[in-house]
């Protein structure tokens, strides 16, 4: 994520230094009686979005469970004042949180206790968790802002890397990837080594991100294992390709 | 405005699929492999597939690169909902 949006609420997502904040559908339309595409921004004066945002900027795995503790399934508490009671659940591949359900008149023991009725029953109907709906409208914002960045980024890697021949050069490309570049110049030849992380790169954002380098045919890159000064890292789900440009 | 037609093969996208599917419960070794086998299964339809990126982007086209970026969207958003769900 570019330092500018940290602790910025951008369309579906509040960005913190390492993970984003957001709404799953459901609870905007049940719970908050929203559109489930209403924005965050629109948002960060209530209640329970404040607690949010405050309780989980600095761990998002924070708060007493919400039935048993079920490791990387764990839903967790939030809460604000008397009233305001809410679930969250730390998505740790999306580098989410999300906030899944919430509940505006809690008392604890009485009849609609949430954490008696509202959040086990959300649990028990499979219906606390993120949806397909809810990912595809975090890959749509995603997809947006990757095709938006990744030119200025990957050109901006590239330079710095041309400046250090022999020296890996590493930043965020396209919002979210984390990209290592390598230019080495032999001869009359420059070698371009781009390394990244499977987990963060999609098929389409892979065909994107060696285009953003050099506008190419995929017969002039090769996948190689090492780079000039280390192995990748297969072990973490890297993936290294090589550029030769004369 | 997008005058291309990019069209995903659909090999290309199962195998994305299962992928996706493998993000946040497989060792990144594993997935590192998997990709690997991928690119080298799939190689004429990813040659195909950065030609039209490449005239995209020599283009300015950023609606086409978008078109082109959300062809998976749904299948990877099916695997994240199923992983969430566990």
Same mark, same amino acid.
């Given at each position: 994520?570019?330092?500018?949006?940290?602790?910025?609420?951008?369309? $579906?997502? *509040?960005?913190?230094?390492?993970?984003?904040?957001?709404?799953?559908?459901?609870?905007?339309?049940?719970?908050? @009686?929203?559109?489930?595409?209403?924005?965050? $921004?629109?948002?960060?004066?209530?209640? #329970?979005?404040?607690?949010?945002?405050?309780?989980?900027?600095?761990?998002?795995?924070?708060?007493? !469970?919400?039935?048993?503790?079920?490791?990387?399934?764990?839903?967790?508490? %939030?809460? *604000?004042?008397?009233?305001?009671?809410?679930?969250?659940?730390?998505?740790?591949?999306?580098?989410?949180?999300?906030?899944?359900? *919430?509940?505006?008149?809690?008392?604890? $023991?009485?009849?609609?206790?949430?954490?008696?009725?509202?959040?086990?029953?959300?649990?028990?109907?499979?219906?606390?968790?993120?949806?397909?709906?809810?990912?595809?409208?975090?890959?749509?914002?995603?997809?947006?802002?990757?095709?938006?960045?990744? =030119?200025?980024?990957? =050109?901006?890697?590239?330079?710095?890397?041309?400046?250090?021949?022999? +020296?890996?050069?590493?930043?965020?490309?396209?919002?979210?990837?984390?990209?290592?570049?390598?230019?080495?110049?032999?001869?009359?030849?420059?070698?371009?080594?781009?390394?990244?992380? #499977?987990?963060?790169? !999609?098929?389409?954002?892979?065909?994107?991100?060696?285009? +953003?380098?050099?506008?190419?045919?995929?017969?002039?890159?090769?996948?190689?294992?090492?780079?000039?000064?280390?192995?990748?890292?297969?072990?973490? @789900?890297?993936?290294?390709?090589?550029?030769?440009?004369? | 405005?997008?005058?291309?037609?990019?069209?995903?093969?659909? +090999?290309? %996208?199962?195998?994305?699929?299962?992928?996706?599917?493998?993000?946040?419960? !497989?060792? @990144?070794?594993?997935?590192?492999?998997?990709?690997?086998?991928?690119?080298?299964?799939?190689?004429?339809?990813?040659?195909?597939?950065?030609?039209?990126?490449?005239? %995209?982007?020599?283009?300015?086209?950023?609606?086409?690169?978008?078109?082109?970026?959300?062809? !998976?969207?749904?299948?990877?958003?099916?695997?994240?909902?199923?992983?969430?769900? $566990?």
């Amino acid at each position: 994520m570019s330092e500018s949006h940290i602790n910025t609420a951008v369309r $579906g997502s *509040y960005f913190l230094a390492n993970y984003e904040l957001r709404i799953a559908a459901r609870c905007l339309e049940e719970d908050f @009686g929203v559109s489930a595409a209403t924005p965050i $921004g629109d948002l960060l004066d209530h209640p #329970i979005v404040k607690a949010l945002i405050k309780d989980r900027a600095t761990d998002p795995d924070a708060g007493k !469970t919400i039935g048993p503790e079920a490791g990387e399934d764990t839903i967790r508490r %939030l809460g *604000y004042g008397h009233d305001h009671r809410g679930a969250t659940w730390w998505d740790r591949t999306e580098n989410v949180v999300w906030l899944c359900a *919430y509940h505006r008149k809690h008392r604890s $023991g009485a009849a609609d206790d949430p954490f008696k009725k509202h959040f086990p029953e959300l649990i028990a109907a499979k219906r606390m968790k993120p949806a397909a709906v809810d990912y595809e409208a975090l890959f749509a914002e995603r997809d947006e802002r990757f095709v938006d960045l990744v =030119q200025r980024d990957a =050109q901006a890697l590239l330079a710095e890397a041309r400046r250090e021949p022999g +020296a890996e050069k590493r930043a965020v490309v396209g919002g979210e990837a984390n990209v290592g570049c390598l230019v080495e110049v032999v001869e009359t030849l420059e070698e371009t080594y781009v390394a990244f992380f #499977i987990e963060e790169v !999609t098929y389409e954002r892979f065909v994107i991100l060696l285009n +953003a380098f050099y506008v190419s045919r995929f017969e002039e890159w090769e996948q190689v294992r090492h780079m000039p000064h280390r192995a990748i890292d297969e072990a973490s @789900g890297e993936v290294c390709y090589r550029y030769l440009k004369e | 405005m997008s005058t291309a037609v990019v069209r995903i093969d659909e +090999a290309v %996208l199962a195998d994305v699929k299962a992928v996706a599917g493998m993000r946040g419960k !497989t060792p @990144g070794d594993v997935l590192a492999q998997a990709w690997s086998e991928f690119a080298e299964r799939h190689r004429a339809a990813i040659s195909a597939d950065f030609d039209r990126v490449a005239d %995209l982007v020599r283009r300015g086209d950023r609606e086409g690169l978008l078109e082109f970026a959300r062809q !998976t969207r749904s299948v990877r958003a099916e695997a994240a909902a199923e992983r969430a769900a $566990g």
